[in-house]
């Protein structure tokens, strides 16, 4: 059964229920973004959680230090990094890091077997953002790197396309953000719920 990493997550009230709904983990954005929290605000979230669920700390570009302290404040279990972290970066942090990969073309194929990470996450090309855009990706590409390692799908998922892309790709996870919002942060129950049945449903 594949894997839902629901991402983007700001209070506890979205977070409780991504997990009563079935949600294996969790995301918390701690770059800029619209989504983005604080050590603090992540903290109290995950004391709320119930255990055996994954919490997950989004940096991009953050010193290794830094990705530790927060780790180790609000009790993560794995860092995703979304900037321009380098093999021996994510390696100082293995075995709990996952590596995001903005997939432009085939190109980034090459690049994953340099990454000695927990999983590689793919979604879509758009540098400003650095995720979450609500776009999706070639999924061939992805369908192609699961050769590699294990793979998180991210990019432009929603309930109507989600069956859709796990058949064609059999990813280890599907990860989604905008797809399940009412606005940005702020998630859509009814959106999580059908998105999490779809994506578990065998």
């Not at 905008?178 to 059908?194: C, Q, T, W, Y």
Request: charged share 20%; aromatic share 8%; with cysteine.
């Amino acid at each position: 059964m594949v894997r839902v990493k629901i991402c983007g997550i700001t209070n506890t009230d979205d977070a409780l229920a991504a997990v009563h709904f079935g949600a294996d983990a969790l995301g918390f954005v701690f770059a800029t973004s619209p989504r983005q929290v604080t050590p603090a605000q992540v903290s109290r979230i995950v004391g709320a959680l119930p255990p055996f669920i994954c919490k997950v700390g989004v940096f991009v570009d953050s010193s290794i230090e830094e990705v530790e302290g927060v780790m180790k404040f609000c009790n993560l279990d794995l860092a995703q990094l979304h900037g321009a972290e380098s093999p021996s970066y994510c390696e100082a942090l293995s075995p709990r890091a996952i590596k995001s990969f903005a997939v432009k073309d085939e190109s980034i194929l090459a690049m994953l077997p340099a990454y000695k990470v927990a999983a590689y996450l793919l979604d879509t090309h758009d540098p400003p953002l650095k995720g979450g855009s609500g776009r999706s990706f070639d999924w061939r590409i992805a369908e192609q790197a699961v050769q590699y390692g294990p793979i998180i799908l991210a990019g432009g998922l929603t309930v109507e396309n989600v069956r859709q892309a796990i058949a064609a790709v059999r990813p280890y996870a599907v990860d989604i953000s905008s797809g399940v919002e009412a606005k940005p942060g702020v998630k859509d129950h009814a959106k999580l719920k059908d998105f999490i049945e779809l994506a578990k449903k065998t």
